[in-house]
Antibody
């Protein structure tokens, strides 16, 4: 059974940093297109970042330069490093598995809440 | 940049058919995917590549895509179908529609 479990969320002051973790089971992250998608309170879904099977990465314009996606294939985990946090980064962050074509998300974690506030 | 436009809300009576649209320029040329999100829960994929249902998704849910509009149709609507629904496609990157709240009367 495919399972994604996020951790690492919390209350962070503006300008701070945070690393979200996603523990995957039931499949190897090395063979999957792994993503982070976020949802601000009461708002819609926003794609954040993707790491390809090759290890290549892409980011939404809104987070480029501040967010870094990575993975540890030995631990079957994916990470999202978030730097210089802003109030508008407050959201639930979902770890998702992309389809083989990377086009859609066939599995989602339960989400990790990040709150940026002083 | 490419945008996907969804109605903010759709209301339908129990047992009737709900139609949720997703508009975009020549969207019929792209693959569109749909997610259902119930309050306090993570989204769930309910339709991929326009009209393909993942395993475990009700046969009452169907999809189509042509011209400038993709459509998710839920027939014989039940109270349990009440949720937010999002369309999504891959353009230069991942694009989500703004979401539609389905209310079951």
């Amino acid at each position: 059974e495919v399972q994604l479990v996020e951790s690492g969320g919390g209350l962070i002051q503006p300008g701070g940093s945070l690393r979200l973790s996603c523990a995957a089971s039931g499949f190897p992250v090395s063979s999957s297109y792994m993503n982070w998608v976020r949802q601000a309170p009461g708002k819609g879904l926003e794609w954040v970042s993707l790491i390809y099977t090759s290890g290549g990465t892409i980011y939404a314009d809104s987070v480029q330069g501040r967010f870094t996606i990575s993975r540890d294939t030995s631990k079957n985990m994916v990470f999202l490093q978030i730097n210089n946090l802003r109030a508008e980064d407050t959201a639930v962050y979902y770890c998702t598995r992309g389809s083989t074509s990377a086009a859609y998300f066939d599995s989602w974690g339960q989400g990790a809440l990040v709150t940026v506030s002083s | 940049s490419y945008e996907l436009t969804q109605p903010l809300s759709v209301s339908v009576a129990v047992g009737q058919t709900a139609t949720i649209t997703c508009g975009g320029d020549n969207i019929g040329r792209r693959d569109v995917h749909w997610y259902q999100q119930k309050p306090g829960q993570a989204p769930v994929l309910v339709m991929y590549k326009d009209n393909n249902r993942p395993s475990g998704i009700s046969e009452r849910i169907s999809g189509s895509n042509s011209g400038n509009t993709a459509t998710l149709t839920i027939s014989r609507v039940q109270v349990g179908d009440e949720a937010d629904y999002y369309c999504q496609m891959w353009g230069s990157s991942v694009i989500f529609g703004g979401g539609t709240k389905l209310t079951v009367l």
